[in-house]
């Protein structure tokens, strides 16, 4: 599964440094593959493993900001016989990524 994730700080009291700061430790500490892309951080892992990462990275926000849109978009598919515990490898996906259509929400 992969997740694309990202954060817009809002409201007139926001910290001085970019969210992404935060995001990027801790999915970087998370030990999943992702890659950074001028949308968001795409992470690939299990349902489990990305909300996870997305909760830590959602309470860290909260931390410093008063007001955030943060947004995720989620796509999974099946392949029989796929060794990643996705169900997938990152190239099954890799033209999810980059298709401007509509993502699958799971």
Known sequence: ???ELSVSVKGK?????????????IIDASGLHYKTTSKGTVLEGS??????VAKECHDEV???????IA??????????????PSGCSGK?????????????ML
């Open 62 to 68: 909260l931390k410093r900001n008063d007001q955030f």
């Open 13 to 25: 009291h926001h910290q001085a440094s970019d969210p992404s700061v935060d995001m990027n430790r």
């Open 71 to 84: 947004r995720m978009k989620a796509v999974d598919k099946k392949c029989p016989g796929a060794q990643a």
């Open 92 to 104: 099954d996906l890799e033209e999810v990524l980059e298709d401007e259509g509509e993502w699958l």
């Open 47 to 52: 349902w489990e493993q990305l909300m996870a």
């Open 1 to 3: 599964m992969l997740l």
